[in-house]
């Protein structure tokens, strides 16, 4: 019966443990997507400027643009946990060679770094200078979802 009870004890430990790491890769996952609405949030700001959408405004454009360079700072090392993929978890988009290729997406993240970086100095300057940084800004993220998100 001792036996029993330990066996038991031992199954529901690592039940619990099973679902704590799910819930910890689930809220991973929506931490990360969060940071990506806030991203679109803010180039979508940008991007209707850009194109002449909504009047050019050099504050609006200046806030939006420091947005984005404090997003891009921000760690995200617990928000890309391995298995974290959408084969794994449906809700997922990040396809599962973002963990195999992983000096790839850090470059690609650093490019996305310097292009926040020019589009904060650019944004409030003018038009001109925000549409000339637009270009960079949309191609670093398009890199890293192009090669590592799912097809919408």
């Known amino acids: 019966m001792k036996r029993t009870g330990l066996s038991l ?9 099973s679902a704590f790491a799910d819930q910890a890769t689930e ?5 990360r997507q969060s940071l990506m609405q806030l991203y679109a949030f803010n180039l979508g ?3 209707a400027m850009a194109k ?8 609006a454009a200046s806030s939006s643009a420091a947005n984005l360079l404090a997003l891009s700072s921000m760690s995200q090392a617990g928000m890309w946990p391995q298995g974290s993929d959408n084969g794994s978890y449906p809700d997922s988009k990040a396809l599962p060679e973002i963990w195999t290729k992983y000096p790839d997406v ?3 993240g650093k490019a996305l770094g310097v292009a926040t970086a020019a589009m904060d100095t650019a ?3 003018d038009l001109a200078a925000l549409q000339g940084a637009m270009k960079a800004l949309g191609g670093a993220c398009g890199a890293c979802h192009k090669a590592y998100r799912q097809e919408e």
């Open 106 to 108: 850090v470059e690609k």
């Open 9 to 17: 004890t031992l199954v529901a430990s690592l039940v619990a443990g």
């Open 52 to 59: 002449g959408a909504v009047p050019y405004d050099a504050e």
């Open 27 to 31: 809220g991973a996952i929506k931490a």
């Open 123 to 125: 944004a409030g300057t």
């Open 45 to 47: 700001a940008l991007g």
